[in-house]
């Protein structure tokens, strides 16, 4: 019939496809949280198309209109678990800005990243455990969030110095060293080969940092 609008089209239970498609997209996004990031789970590699999708409660049809592989889909998270850490750090550093003590400063934003990895059990385990040696691909893109977070912390350490709080020098062998000890002792935190809560493992990290900041300003 002529102009007539059919449901994959318009709306259908009061909801565009577009919006239909979203909400299933979410849920294939939530079952992949919780198979490869849940204690509990089989994880990335142990899981299926099948697994996942049982999870969401769709089909393996509707999966492939999605993504192209699981291994899609561990990318996809791996990067929104990242981008919650960032939008937790970005939100705190205006409140940081204007503090004199870079103590202070890298203090509230290492907490603040700290609390955006580690809110949801799954999503530490998925940035510091699932996405390991997984392809090239997904190596590439751990490296090049390693990368950012880097680069984040060499900006501030040359804001701080041309503020006069600490030296002037190149920080990214400090930055990248740090890093390394992030992603090193959260990995090994999270598959149960330290035995740490995690407050003591984040007042570790933070106390390796506050030290080098403590050697640079002195």
Same mark, same amino acid.
């Given at each position: 019939?002529?102009?007539?609008? #059919?449901?994959?089209e318009g709306?259908?239970?009061?909801?565009?496809?577009d919006?239909?498609?979203a909400?299933?997209?979410?849920r294939?996004?939530?079952?992949? *949280? $919780?198979l490869?990031?849940?204690?509990?789970?089989?994880?990335?590699?142990?899981?299926?198309?099948? $697994?996942?999708?049982?999870?969401?409660? *769709?089909? #393996?049809?509707?999966?492939?209109?999605e993504?192209?592989?699981?291994? $899609?889909?561990?990318?996809? *998270?791996?990067?929104?678990?990242?981008?919650?850490?960032?939008?937790?750090?970005?939100? #705190?550093?205006?409140? +940081?800005?204007h503090?004199? !003590?870079?103590?202070?400063r890298?203090?509230?934003?290492?907490?603040?990243?700290?609390?955006g990895i580690?809110?949801?059990?799954?999503? #530490?385990?998925?940035?510091?455990?699932?996405?390991?040696g997984?392809s090239?691909?997904?190596?590439?893109?751990?490296? !090049?969030?390693?990368?950012?977070?880097? !680069?984040?912390?060499?900006?501030?350490?040359?804001a701080?110095?041309?503020?006069?709080?600490?030296?002037?020098g $190149?920080?990214?062998?400090?930055?990248?060293?740090?890093?390394?000890?992030?992603?090193?002792?959260?990995? !090994?935190?999270? +598959?149960?080969?330290?035995?740490?809560?995690?407050?003591?493992? +984040?007042?570790?990290?933070?106390?390796?940092?506050?030290?080098?900041?403590?050697?640079?300003?002195?």
């Open positions: 019939m002529a102009g007539r609008i #059919t449901p994959a709306r259908y239970g009061g909801r565009t496809a919006e239909r498609r909400e299933r997209r979410e294939f996004l939530q079952a992949g *949280l $919780d490869f990031g849940s204690r509990d789970g089989p994880g990335y590699r142990a899981a299926k198309v099948a $697994d996942v999708s049982r999870a969401a409660g *769709l089909s #393996t049809r509707q999966f492939y209109e993504f192209r592989t699981l291994e $899609d889909l561990l990318a996809e *998270l791996h990067l929104y678990v990242n981008d919650a850490a960032e939008r937790a750090v970005l939100a #705190t550093l205006p409140q +940081v800005e503090l004199d !003590d870079p103590i202070e890298y203090t509230r934003l290492f907490r603040a990243y700290a609390a580690t809110a949801d059990p799954r999503h #530490t385990r998925i940035a510091f455990v699932e996405i390991i997984v090239p691909r997904l190596d590439r893109q751990r490296l !090049d969030r390693r990368a950012r977070w880097i !680069d984040f912390l060499c900006e501030q350490g040359a701080a110095a041309a503020r006069g709080e600490i030296a002037p $190149d920080f990214r062998v400090t930055a990248t060293a740090f890093i390394g000890a992030v992603n090193g002792l959260m990995h !090994d935190w999270a +598959v149960g080969w330290v035995d740490a809560t995690l407050d003591e493992i +984040v007042e570790e990290l933070l106390q390796m940092l506050l030290a080098r900041i403590h050697t640079i300003s002195a």
